[in-house]
């Protein structure tokens, strides 16, 4: 089944433009962003929260409990990140944050401007992680320009999270989460006797 897992992951990741990547399956999305948050804080202890008010409500109970920062973005009328409003919130912030980004929040399906996002990366340093959870398939739609634009970016983003029991349509409760760089099993590294006991390879 880890040989499986794998290649589900591998398989993944292409859907998002990701030739090599580290990840694995989690219950749900739930767990999926606790751990992409979780290592984000790994890599900048400093680190605090952006996300819209129509992103998924467990971001800011998942911030409190890792001890996280948490900072709200406006959204525009559309339902989407206000892409000034994050620029001011990112002005604000001493240590570089982490923006999670949704692509398609579950209460009215609505994308994050992701490309204009990424263009903040030019005089701002951020972390941005993707919660697809509910609409990280819809990339393998035939979607207008205006939201297609933001899919095309998604292999920018340092981690994402899907969940194939949403519109992957498993039948169990099923989510995945996926880094962009590899380098960072570093932190879910640990010296367990019964882990790495046969074999030297990362265990997932």
Request: proline share 5%; with cysteine; aromatic share 10%.
């Amino acid at each position: 089944t880890s040989e499986l897992e794998i290649e589900v992951i591998q398989s993944i990741a292409l859907m998002f433009g990701w030739t090599s990547c580290l990840g694995h399956l989690t219950s749900g999305g739930t767990m999926g962003n606790l751990e992409a948050l979780w290592v984000a804080r790994q890599v900048n202890p400093n680190t605090t929260v952006l996300a819209s008010r129509s992103s998924h409500y467990t971001h800011q109970r998942m911030s409190e409990v890792l001890g996280i920062p948490f900072k709200e973005v406006r959204t525009d009328i559309s339902g989407r990140m206000d892409v000034q409003d994050l620029q001011k919130q990112l002005r604000k912030v001493k240590a570089p944050p982490v923006v999670v980004v949704t692509m398609g929040s579950t209460g009215l399906g609505k994308v994050d401007p992701l490309a204009e996002i990424l263009e903040l990366r030019e005089d701002y340093e951020f972390r941005i992680h993707v919660d697809a959870a509910y609409g990280g398939y819809f990339g393998l739609c035939e979607l207008p320009n205006r939201t297609a634009v933001h899919y095309n970016t998604l292999n920018q983003a340092d981690s994402i999270v899907i969940d194939p029991h949403k519109h992957g349509l498993q039948p169990y409760g099923c989510g995945a989460v996926l880094f962009k760089n590899p380098e960072e099993g570093k932190y879910y590294k640990h010296d367990s006797p019964y882990t790495y006991f046969t074999s030297n390879a990362f265990h997932l």
